[in-house]
């Protein structure tokens, strides 16, 4: 019995030293965007803070995801176009497997960022539930926007608050 009350206590304890590791999981609009420091599709660190002077359009997908496909080749004429004006996009992989993302990397082409987010807590503390997931994040860290899904019909809006984003930083 007492080992089993050892086991409990340290698993309480383990669980809210969870808890106080990521204190801000605010993904909502007005609330600042948490941070993280994900590794990078080239082995670089990806850390959120690095681009608090800009707007981070920050899209999480899966390789098993057909809208994310779609929405690849959309923020690639994003970053294109928005880019110089201080757009930074980033896409963080959530894939079991970093060989899915890896081969799904090579048939899409990116020339926007790409982190990998996988075996991390970044699901849990952006409240990820449907791929893709985007958060539109204004300069400073405040999330603007959260978006879920992607289709046809939402890319003339989400490139509205790009935009608006842009002409207020």
Excluded at 10 to 32: D, Q, V
């Amino acid at each position: 019995m007492l080992a089993v009350s050892k086991i409990s206590t340290m698993a309480i304890a383990i669980i809210l030293a969870g808890f106080s590791l990521h204190p801000a999981m605010a993904t909502e609009s007005g609330e600042m965007a948490p941070e993280f420091i994900l590794p990078g599709q080239s082995g670089q660190e990806v850390r959120l803070s690095d681009f608090k002077n800009k707007v981070i359009y920050l899209d999480f997908w899966a390789s098993w995801c057909g809208p994310c496909k779609q929405s690849f080749t959309w923020m690639n004429s994003m970053q294109t176009k928005y880019g110089a004006q201080g757009l930074q996009i980033i896409a963080v992989n959530l894939d079991a497997k970093a060989e899915d993302a890896r081969q799904f990397i090579l048939e899409n082409s990116s020339n926007f960022m790409i982190a990998m987010g996988t075996k991390t807590s970044i699901p849990a503390t952006y409240k990820i539930k449907v791929m893709p997931t985007s958060l539109l994040i204004g300069q400073g860290g405040k999330v603007i926007e959260r978006h879920a899904g992607f289709r046809d019909d939402d890319k003339s809006a989400l490139e509205s608050s790009i935009k608006q984003a842009l002409m207020h930083r």
